[in-house]
């Protein structure tokens, strides 16, 4: 590279910021088939007891990334972080392990180092509760003239919540004294610790450094501490910023991600934890959706998705993948992540190659997809959009941050979740009305053992104001369903709040009359027991709780202290001195320990190196064998590394991967908001939501400053806003910026008559600088023309470094293979050159 003046250092840092300002033009349509109007709740059949309520948190991170994709919203810019070279670590690491005779092992990861930041706690004039009374804003409410009235105004109790931009009158509760303080200070500080066993990452060397263009995160976002900006952010590898803004509704707490390093991964993100919820009674729930949200900021969020990695440190090709469902009836989108998968076909025993991903929420058919697990199929994981106290962490979860490319994960971390286990592939891929046992539900008249026997429940069927939308009417009536949207209104037997078999300070007492019992090794069972010389009152349910323990490969149960042993496969058994039977599940509903082996699976799990279909696994790069359980150098390191005798490829500088096939960039690359894949600094036209390349011609029409321009170049793609008003404001605040600084003395585009030459190729490369052609793939933007940066140079007298070549190609460029042009007609080149050389000359 050609040595770099002063001068085109400011260039860089102006591009910089520009190509942050096309984030900054996202746009989101309405989606389409939204359900209309809100429908409520009337009239249920006949409800036998309470119904099980926990206090959950409804998180609104979807509605967020919706509102950052907003015109005028940033979602998050790029600062490049120095990672340690391989080879260092490798030198200490080794050093210790050739004298037991165990290789080397190239593994750089360390747990993963989060800095909390509380600075911004309490400290915003217009966002914080400070005093009861106060009134402050949620999003970004319209200011008011006259000063009294401010709406609209916020209903803290809406549910479902709003988020919608409103002015919030503060009460004693959203004001974070020190008690909650402290509540906060420890809930997070539990939180880093868990993703600390959790999850490894490569560390960042030396400083974590941050760029601080602009706030970071949502709802005013907080201002980057200076010093972080210039010093860096010493033993971290993911700074949260911490706030206490109240919310609305039950959204405890909410977080985004707004700074990413070259490589995608998240190091600085926004956490907000409402005041009001941080009482001692909500600690559990709090836990719980701290782990959720800040599983947001690392990764689990839709835009993230376009930055994964494979194994080679690539970008993956393919994240999720959307498609109509026949067997559903609608759209659904699904994560196709290759450890998503493998881990999803063990918890379901789905081994058929029907099973292609696991889904990803639809909102309950609102159109959108988003950043969570479908509840219909993962219901009490903590990555579904509700969370409570009975919150888990599965496997699943774990997988889809280790896919991501960015992260190692301890999977001993992951929590059992037991819905849907082993029920085979038809349980993932068939409408709910197709489930079987306690998972489906047909008539409110009945009650039953809900899916993992723990308690008795009932069946909650509700009528709704309005129609359901087609694919969820599983009853005659449109508009009868289950209760909850989010799990695609399926109709499964729910808990009696008063109704588990395990809690013994349980509101109901156990009934003697039918040999009941509660406790930890209680479960539901079906049951007509009935002690001799008494009868089941009309009112008592076909089910019970009774104990049980697995012994010698059998289930046993006991009534009154009398242990019987089960058929092997369930069945009745009588007990003495009671009428009736008492039904046995099957061995294995309750003492399953190892995977059920069910149908196509693979013995040693193709040891979880590999995913398993029919019967046979087939190995993730890296491993091989018939059990994929060696580790192999794929292409033998590519020439690009040396291959260690237990399979572990150690590359050379300059490239990376799981084979070394992978080239790293110059770290200027995400300076200009690129991102680097295999060695090239990309800027995608789908990092920019909203965006797409787009027949260029049919921008035209929408253009008003740069259509003349872009009138010379119709052959082909641009990457550009996909709605038209976007890309009137993408000219106002990207392309009429540039132009300014390509300007000498900043004239302004209003006087560009009487500025000649300089003026129109200043303006034709803000317009290709602002709006590059697409590739023949129609993503990756093209360059800018070498030669259309040598002709501003010459018509402007300009300093501009052409050389650069992450943002110009290189001299070589051939036809069509970047965007704009140089060499201009006949009548040009003449007056550029007399202006050439002019300039040259008075510079002299
Ligand atoms: C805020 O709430 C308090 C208490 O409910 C009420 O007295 C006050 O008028 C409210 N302020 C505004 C501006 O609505
Ligand atoms: C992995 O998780 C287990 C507990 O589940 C924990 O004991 C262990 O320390 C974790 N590993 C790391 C490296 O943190
Ligand atoms: C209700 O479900 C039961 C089994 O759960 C089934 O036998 C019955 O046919 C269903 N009734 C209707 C009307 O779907
Ligand atoms: C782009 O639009 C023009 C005119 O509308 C049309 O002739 C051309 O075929 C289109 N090109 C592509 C690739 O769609
Ligand atoms: C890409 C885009 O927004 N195109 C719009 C430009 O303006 C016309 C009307 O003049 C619209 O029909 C296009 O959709």
């Not at 590519?638 to 799981?658: A, E, L, Q, R, W």
């Not at 190609?809 to 042009?821: A, L, P, V």
Request: aromatic residues 8%; hydrophobic residues 30%.
């Amino acid at each position: 590279m050609k040595a770099v003046g002063g001068n085109s250092m400011k260039w860089r840092a102006y591009f910089v910021i520009d190509l942050l300002l096309i984030e900054l033009l996202l746009c989101v349509k309405a989606s389409d088939g939204e359900l209309s109007g809100h429908l409520s709740h009337s009239g249920n059949g006949p409800v036998l007891r309470n119904s099980h309520i926990f206090s959950s948190h409804s998180c609104i991170h979807d509605e967020i990334i919706h509102q950052r994709r907003r015109p005028g919203r940033k979602e998050y810019s790029v600062s490049p972080q120095n990672y340690k070279q391989h080879d260092s670590s490798r030198f200490s690491y080794a050093k210790g392990r050739t004298l037991l005779g165990v290789p080397p092992k190239v593994n750089t990861m360390k747990s993963i180092r989060i800095y909390l930041n509380y600075d911004a706690v309490g400290h915003s004039q217009d966002r914080d509760c400070r005093s009861v009374g106060d009134i402050v804003k949620l999003g970004e409410p319209p200011m008011s003239s006259a000063l009294r009235i401010r709406l609209p105004v916020c209903d803290p109790h809406t549910d479902p919540p709003l988020f919608a931009d409103c002015w919030y009158n503060c009460t004693l509760e959203d004001i974070s004294e020190e008690d909650k303080k402290r509540r906060l200070h420890k809930a997070l500080g539990q939180t880093a610790d868990w993703f600390k066993k959790t999850l490894s990452v490569e560390p960042v060397k030396g400083n974590l450094r941050l760029s601080g263009y602009s706030a970071c995160g949502q709802d005013g976002g907080v201002q980057l501490p200076h010093e972080y900006v210039e010093d860096g952010v010493a033993n971290a590898d993911l700074v949260l910023l911490v706030t206490t803004r109240p919310t609305t509704g039950n959204t405890l707490a909410w977080a985004v991600a707004c700074e990413r390093d070259q490589w995608g991964r998240a190091i600085a993100g926004h956490v907000n934890v409402a005041p009001r919820h941080l009482t001692e009674e909500a600690e559990t729930l709090l836990s719980a959706t701290l782990i959720h949200e800040v599983m947001h900021v690392l990764g689990f969020d839709s835009h993230a998705f376009a930055h994964f990695r494979d194994e080679r440190k690539r970008r993956r090709v393919q994240v999720t993948a959307r498609s109509m469902d026949e067997k559903l009836g609608r759209m659904v989108t699904r994560v196709v992540l290759p450890r998503v998968i493998m881990h999803s076909r063990h918890h379901y025993g789905a081994y058929s190659e029907n099973f292609a991903g696991l889904e990803l929420e639809d909102g309950g058919g609102r159109g959108t997809s988003g950043s969570h697990w479908e509840k219909r199929l993962l219901m009490n994981e903590i990555m579904t959009g509700s969370v409570d106290t009975r919150s888990v962490v599965s496997k699943m979860t774990l997988a889809l941050l280790e896919d991501s490319g960015w992260y190692h994960v301890n999977y001993s971390m992951a929590d059992n979740l037991d819905w849907g286990q082993n029920q085979g592939t038809e349980f993932v891929t068939s409408p709910c009305d197709h489930w079987k046992g306690a998972y489906h539900c047909n008539t409110t008249q009945l009650s039953g053992c809900t899916y993992n026997r723990e308690a008795e429940g009932y069946c909650p069927i509700v009528s709704y104001s309005g129609d359901l939308p087609q694919w969820a009417r599983y009853f005659p009536q449109a508009n009868k369903g289950g209760q909850s949207s989010l799990a695609d209104y399926c109709a499964y037997l729910v808990a009696y709040s008063d109704g588990s078999c395990t809690d013994v300070n349980s509101a109901r007492a156990p009934d003697r009359m039918l040999g009941e019992i509660r406790g930890s090794i209680s479960r539901c069972m079906t049951s007509s027991l009935v002690r001799s010389g008494f009868v089941r009152g009309s009112l008592t349910q076909g089910n019970g709780c009774y104990e049980h323990k697995c012994r010698n490969n059998y289930l046993e149960v006991a009534v009154d202290g009398v242990w019987k042993v089960c058929p092997y496969d369930g069945g009745p058994v009588q007990f003495s001195g009671f009428n009736g039977q008492l039904m046995c599940p099957a061995y294995h509903e309750l003492c399953g320990t190892s995977p059920v082996q069910s149908h196509g699976y693979c013995s040693g799990s193709c040891n979880f190196n590999g995913d398993c279909i029919e019967g046979k696994c087939s190995c993730f790069l890296g491993f091989r064998g018939d059990d994929c359980s060696k580790r192999t150098c794929p292409g033998n390191c590519n020439g690009h590394g040396t291959c260690h005798h237990d399979g572990y490829c150690d590359c050379k500088s300059g490239f990376t991967g799981i084979d070394c096939s992978t080239a790293v960039c110059d770290e200027q690359c995400s300076l200009h908001g690129g991102v680097c894949d295999n060695g090239i600094c990309e800027f995608r036209c789908s990092d920019y939501a909203g965006y797409t390349c787009q027949n260029s011609s049919k921008l035209l029409s929408n253009l008003s400053i740069c259509q003349d321009v872009l009138v010379e170049d119709t052959v082909g793609q641009h990457c550009a806003p996909s709605e038209g008003s976007v890309l009137q404001q993408l000219e106002v605040a990207v392309v009429i910026p540039n132009y300014n600084r390509l300007m000498p003395g900043g004239r302004t585009l209003l006087n560009i008559l009487d500025n000649g030459f300089c003026a129109s190729a200043a303006k034709r490369l803000a317009c290709w600088i602002s709006i590059q052609r697409c590739d023949q793939d129609g993503d990756n933007r093209l360059r800018v023309c070498h030669s259309a940066c040598r002709s501003y140079n010459a018509a402007c007298g300009a300093g501009l470094d052409c050389s650069d070549q992450t943002l110009f190609s290189d001299e070589e460029e051939g036809e069509g293979q970047c965007t704009g042009y140089g060499d201009v007609k006949p009548w040009w080149v003449h007056r550029i050159k007399s202006i050439y050389s002019r300039n040259a000359l008075s510079e002299r």
